[in-house]
């Protein structure tokens, strides 16, 4: 609410304790500054932060204790903690797309099978635009295979590295690359 209209409450109601809940810090350092210049004692004004424990008793509010709190992420109908990566993770699909590439290499060769194959998703989804990117994603396996790489996340991390470079060089955009390299 507005400063005039908690002052007005507060006079209307008189409270013997205040305890602001709504807002940034300064939001209720201010609500609690309100309170006392309509007569709560400052003793009976408490500001807390999330999780603090305020025991009301006896017409006194006091804090009494505390208890680990967070954010918790709510996704449909997953609940749980949210972490760093998460939301990093989230920004980028967000903000830059997503592109897949996925690759069928022949295990005793080394050579493409099949793809790549690409797909997007918030990024420019044209599919002739990605020709350019599959004759660079070709070489650099072949290279690759040929200096002796030839495990499938090794081989992965080459897609991600020349998609990520293309992507960087041609387009101005870091997207995430989920590349999916498999051997038959």
């Known amino acids: 609410a507005a400063a005039g209209e908690l002052l007005y409450c507060y006079n209307v109601v008189k409270p013997k304790n205040v305890m602001p809940v709504h807002g940034e810090w300064r939001h209720m350092t201010a609500n609690a500054e309100l309170a006392i210049s309509t007569g709560v004692k400052p003793s009976n004004v408490v500001v807390v932060d999330n999780g603090v424990i305020v025991d009301l008793s006896v017409g006194r509010a006091k804090v009494v204790g505390a208890v680990p709190v967070g954010y918790v992420y709510v996704d449909g109908q997953s609940i749980g ?11 980028i699909l967000g903000e ?79 997207p995430m690359i989920v590349p999916v390299v498999i051997e038959v």
């Not at 903690?81 to 920004?91: G, W, Y």
């Not at 050579?111 to 020709?131: C, Q, S, T, W, Y």
């Open 81 to 91: 903690d949210i972490t760093e990566a998460s939301i990093k993770d989230r920004l």
């Open 96 to 174: 830059e797309g997503f592109i897949s590439v996925i690759v069928v290499i022949d295990s005793q060769s080394g050579k493409i099978v099949a793809g790549p194959d690409i797909h997007a998703r918030g990024f420019a989804e044209d599919l002739e635009l990605f020709n350019e990117v599959k004759g660079r994603i070709e070489r650099a396996l072949t290279g690759a295979v040929a200096g002796g790489i030839n495990g499938t996340h090794q081989l992965s991390q080459v897609v991600r590295k020349t998609v990520g470079s293309w992507v960087g060089e041609e387009h101005r955009r870091r």
